[in-house]
Nanobody
Framework: QVQLVESGGGLVQPGGSLRLSCAASGRISSFNTLGWFRQAPGKQRELVAIIISGVSTHYADSVTGRFTISRDNAKNTVYLQMNSLKPEDTAVYYC????????WGQGTQVTVSS
């Protein structure tokens, strides 16, 4: 059983930055896909960014050019660097790891407000 623990969320002003971390209890190199999703109140959970096979990345149109996903296999951690944050980025952000099984973290709240 793998556990994913997100951290780094918080309250930030529009235009600010945050870096989210997702620490895995197992080796993240064993997962085909690692990604970040988010869910705003009253909305469905949506894809933010993913890394596929440790090589290719994909971003939602709404965050392209502002967010960057990365991974550190030595630390078994996935990151999401978020710059130029907007109020519409406010959501609970979840980490997801997909391999033989799918694992989700518990989520971390990001609030963008002045």
């Amino acid at each position: 059983q793998v556990q994913l623990v997100e951290s780094g969320g918080g309250l930030v002003q529009p235009g600010g930055s945050l870096r989210l971390s997702c620490a895995a209890s197992g080796r993240i190199s064993s997962f085909n896909t690692l990604g970040w999703f988010r869910q705003a109140p009253g909305k469905q959970r949506e894809l933010v960014a993913i890394i596929i096979s440790g090589v290719s990345t994909h971003y939602a149109d709404s965050v392209t050019g502002r967010f960057t996903i990365s991974r550190d296999n030595a630390k078994n951690t996935v990151y999401l660097q978020m710059n130029s944050l907007k109020p519409e980025d406010t959501a609970v952000y979840y980490c997801k790891a997909t391999g033989a099984r799918v694992y989700w973290g518990q989520g971390t709240q990001v609030t963008v407000s002045s």
